[in-house]
């Protein structure tokens, strides 16, 4: 299992479409599964740029994960976000579900991924909503970078400002070593 994780418009969906693509591996992105399912109250939740309550992402987490095959690699984009979501997802690693390969973590400015999200246009793409992610980003996803590193995962930092292609090499590069 490989983790995604960055900023809001970091590319965290383009470059694991591309990884998925290249090495056949299953990519699950948190972002579409919720977009898909969820509605109401967590909806609008959604589309202002709030986190959704952890105990229903890893059911949901949970459920999708459960539906792969063992001998599959999942690439899991925008999971984990939260030190909760972490260590659940570590539980089911030392309970031998999953076995965790790398983080990798897309860095990028808030003023560099905010032109790329003002182009891609998506519901969620308001000034409102990218300001709440952003700092839902710091004040969840940051410290569970650390977080993560200080607990037994290992997770590379990306310079996710630079040309697509460029990051999608680096980051082959950084699983060829693992
Ligand atoms: P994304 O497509 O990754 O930008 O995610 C879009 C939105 O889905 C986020 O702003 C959150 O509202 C929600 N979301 C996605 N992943 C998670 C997660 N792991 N925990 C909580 N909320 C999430």
């Given amino acids: 299992m490989i983790l995604l994780m960055g900023i809001a418009g970091s590319g965290k969906g383009t470059q694991g479409k591309m990884l998925a693509d290249q090495n056949k591996m299953h990519l699950i992105s948190m972002g579409d599964v919720l977009r ?21 992402i890893i059911a949901i987490v949970g ?36 076995s965790l390969k790398l983080g990798l973590h ?6 560099a991924v905010k032109q790329r999200l003002l182009k891609r246009g998506r519901l969620d793409d308001t000034e409102s909503a990218m300001e709440a992610r952003f700092d839902e980003y710091e004040r969840s996803t940051m ?3 650390n977080w993560l590193n200080n607990n037994g995962v290992k997770v590379v930092n990306i310079d ?19």
């Fill in 143 to 145: 410290p569970l970078i």
């Fill in 160 to 178: 996710a400002e630079r040309p697509v292609e460029i990051v999608n090499k680096d980051i082959t590069n950084n699983l060829k070593l693992e």
């Fill in 106 to 111: 897309l860095v990028a400015s808030r003023s």
């Fill in 36 to 56: 898909m399912y969820v509605t109401g109250v967590q909806r609008e939740r959604m589309l202002a740029g709030g986190l959704l309550d952890d105990h229903e």
């Fill in 63 to 98: 459920n999708v994960l459960a539906q792969i095959p063992d001998d599959e690699e999942v690439i899991l984009d925008g999971f984990p976000r939260t030190i909760k979501q972490a260590e659940w997802l570590i539980d089911q690693v030392k309970a031998g579900k999953f």
